[in-house]
């Protein structure tokens, strides 16, 4: 009984481990599926163009978010609809990996 709780608990373990081995973004890959993107949002991430947004330096986390957000819905937008809805949860990690890594424009224009 014991044992078997053990080997029970080395299994979830396991699982959560492959699982966090595959949620992890590859930059290299996402620099590759970053073609697609790079028409608006700058070759390197950095838009010349104020209705696209910079994507580099952005937080991982916010990239992902708002990519899966377009997917299902929760955010609308009539170009980014589109653009998510033929990404995988894989293109979209690897793509936040790529952006994150870049070097972003730290401006915060806080008042005075
Ligand atoms: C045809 C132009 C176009 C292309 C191509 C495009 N985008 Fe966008 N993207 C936009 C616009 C416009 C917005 C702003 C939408 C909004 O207001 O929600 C945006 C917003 C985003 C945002 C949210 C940014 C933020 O600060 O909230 C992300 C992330 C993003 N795009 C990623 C991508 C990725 C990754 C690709 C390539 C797979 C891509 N986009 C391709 C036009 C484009």
Do not use: W
């Not at 949620?23 to 790079?38: F, I, N, T, Y």
């Not at 104020?50 to 819905?73: H, R, V």
């Not at 929760?74 to 589109?82: C, L, Q």
Request: charged share 15%.
């Amino acid at each position: 009984m014991k044992l078997s709780k053990i080997m029970l608990l080395a299994v979830a373990l396991m699982v959560l481990i492959s699982a966090q081995a595959t949620a992890a973004g590859d930059a290299a890959a996402g620099e590759a599926k970053s073609q697609a993107c790079a028409g608006c949002h700058g070759a390197a991430g950095v838009s010349a163009m104020t209705s696209f947004p910079i994507l580099a330096g952005q937080f991982e986390d916010y990239l992902f978010n708002a990519l899966s957000q377009y997917k299902s819905g929760g955010r609308k937008n009539a170009i980014m609809t589109g653009i998510a809805a033929g990404l995988s949860k894989q293109d979209m990690r690897d793509l936040a990996a790529y952006y994150t890594a870049l070097e972003g424009v730290y401006s915060l224009n806080l008042p005075e």
